[in-house]
């Protein structure tokens, strides 16, 4: 089985009046190459009449965004021409490449009428030659992505790469997997995860032993890399978020929505977008 490096602590980073936690970056770990960032907003209860997200038209170049919509929805509007409402159980694959804008904002239908809303972000890298690929957005309702169900009741939703035999619904342009699993109190699973690639472990909800190891809703697991194995037995009913990839073993340079292999490429990226090559918005 794969050791653990180190647990990582959530911490708490509210946004205007929305519950979230930021498990990637902290101060304890920067990134798990090639998974950049993740925030967890909520869960908490909105009540009618609500604003809604709070995350306007804004622009990014150099990677992906995986958002996973636990409870509530998220519209999603881009520069290249994308909008949807994507809801419970549901997930957007956005691939930012050489730039885009985009907004996500709650539907006019959560507005109104408010409701729970629990939604995770993650950020993935894109190597090097990626970078600069045409923009892409991808949005799947819950039974758009397979959910495979093992013995005790865990369930597997299969974004992306291989899971128990199952081909997860996006085929992204790295060779990144990612799924989210629940796992029902008493339940185990056993994952095979070759030595090579990073594991992005995070719960979400609930408790559960991962390689002998305990932890719990909001904290991240950082593994090294000397086994093939995940175990993951449940205290109580569980949720996690859990991606692998080879690293890709490139300098990561980051400002604010960029995210480059170098200071000058930053540096042009903050020029395109000033010089109106992520598009034009539209309100």
Known sequence: M??????????NAPIADLTTYRALPTNSVEYIDPFLFLNHHGPQVYRPHNRGLPFGPHPHRGFETVTFILEGDILHKDSSGHESVIE???????????????AEVSSDNFKANGGPLEILQLWV??????????????GLQ?????AVTLAGGV????????????AGAVQPLADVALAWLELPAGSQVTLPIAAARSIFFYTVRGSLRVNGAETQALQLVEFNYDGDELTLAAHEASVVLL????????????AGPFVMNTDAEIQQAYRDYQQ????????
């Open 142 to 146: 819950k039974d758009e992505i397979p």
């Open 88 to 102: 419970a159980g549901g997930i957007q694959w956005m691939t930012a490449g050489s730039g885009l804008i985009h």
């Open 2 to 11: 794969r050791t653990i490096k180190q647990q990582h602590r959530a911490v």
């Open 276 to 283: 109106g090559a992520f598009g034009s918005w539209k309100g």
């Open 125 to 138: 890298n894109l190597p090097a030659k990626d970078k600069m690929t045409a923009p892409r957005y991808i």
């Open 155 to 166: 369930v597997i939703h299969a974004v992306s790469g291989e899971w128990a035999g199952t």
């Open 243 to 254: 991606g692998h990839a080879r690293p890709f073993g490139e300098p990561v340079v980051s």
